[in-house]
């Protein structure tokens, strides 16, 4: 996810792992396929950031970590394939998702940052997260740990990393979501489930750009997340950068090859957006950001401060999420009513 802050994690304590949910890399091009066709379902093979990976069987006890990561298992209607959820509770509003009654059904497991400990605790077979949305090297959580320790991964595919340095993103990002859904699909056998989600979200986007601007009258747009000295913000894999483009806009930062990552003011400057989407999350509140926005006196003579053109979405709207294609929806609508 964005960068947040990150609390240490505490030592391992556990001394004993779990099994894993079957899942391997197999060793001969095209291995599972044949399998598949002579047995059923299983195994099935996908291809997960690069890696092929084979599943025996569906995983039964999945961790899942931070808001989209935890819908896209609900929109496909896994919950009784998890054992929990990881998440902070800045998640934003749950009153209109769809898929809501599967945060009752599942198990709220921490606010905290995910770690081994938990994912031991919950006797987790399967963890479902990505690259700064949950798994860092720095604190040693990543999937080679898990390995390790008998429990599998599935990394999002918004997280990928894409060959420079640690820069993430090797699809756009809309695609991302239907990669996911679609290899989830054949993961846990709920693949007609999946293309399904994947038509309907196609088609909402596609209403949406139908309604959309062209050409020279898309106004430019500036995706701002958090960040003072230097703002943390959408390069061309991370989820904004596919709703601006789809709703209308022009993604001023549509250059950068990678996901969420920081530049500098003056380059926001001297690419004048007309109009700045603020990520909605964390301890600064959305109002506090649009404050900053209008008091940063290097920002006064961009268009979208001078002419008040802000609007503001939810974090998890922004983030790879079953979500993204309401939130070209809407954001289609506001850049409508800013035009008008």
Not at 54 to 70: C, H, L
Not at 152 to 174: I, Q, T
Not at 327 to 332: F, G, N, Y
């Amino acid at each position: 996810m964005p960068h947040r802050a990150r609390p240490a994690v505490l030592a391992l304590v556990l001394a004993f792992a779990v099994t894993g949910c079957g899942a391997s890399v197999p060793s001969e091009e095209g291995k599972g396929d044949g399998a598949r066709a002579a047995g059923g379902h299983y195994p099935v093979t996908v291809e997960n950031c690069g890696e092929r990976r084979t599943f025996e069987r569906a995983p039964r006890r999945v961790v899942t970590n931070d808001v989209g990561i935890t819908e896209i298992m609900f929109a496909l209607g896994l919950e009784d394939h998890m054992a929990g959820y990881v998440m902070p509770d800045d998640k934003g509003d749950l009153s209109k998702v769809p898929w809501k009654d599967g945060y009752r059904k599942t198990t709220w497991l921490s606010k905290d940052r995910i770690n081994k400990e938990l994912v031991l605790d919950a006797r987790a077979d399967l963890v479902f997260a990505g690259w700064n949305y949950g798994f860092d090297e720095g604190e040693g959580f990543t999937p080679a740990a898990l390995r390790r320790l008998g429990v599998d991964s599935y990394l999002l595919s918004e997280s990928c990393r894409n060959g420079r340095g640690k820069a993430r993103g090797v699809m756009p990002p809309l695609d991302a979501l239907y990669t996911d859904l679609r290899n989830l699909g054949k993961v846990f056998d709920v693949e007609d489930r999946a293309e399904t989600l994947i038509a309907s979200f196609r088609e909402q986007v596609a209403e949406a750009r139908d309604e959309a601007p062209e050409g020279s009258d898309r106004p430019r747009v500036f995706l701002y997340d958090s960040g003072e000295d230097k703002p943390l913000t959408s390069g061309a894999y991370a989820g904004p950068h596919d709703i601006i483009t789809k709703a209308g806009g022009d993604h001023v930062m549509k250059d950068l090859e990678d996901s969420w990552t920081t530049v500098g003011w003056e380059t926001v400057v001297a690419r004048d957006p007309e109009v700045i989407v603020i990520n909605d999350y964390g301890d600064t509140t959305a109002e506090q950001k649009r404050k900053f926005l209008k008091s940063y006196k290097p920002l006064a003579n961009v268009s979208a401060v001078k002419n008040d053109r802000i609007v503001t979405l939810d974090y998890v709207d922004l983030v790879e999420s079953p979500r993204n294609p309401a939130a070209v929806s809407s954001l289609a609508a506001a850049l409508r009513s800013l035009g008008s």
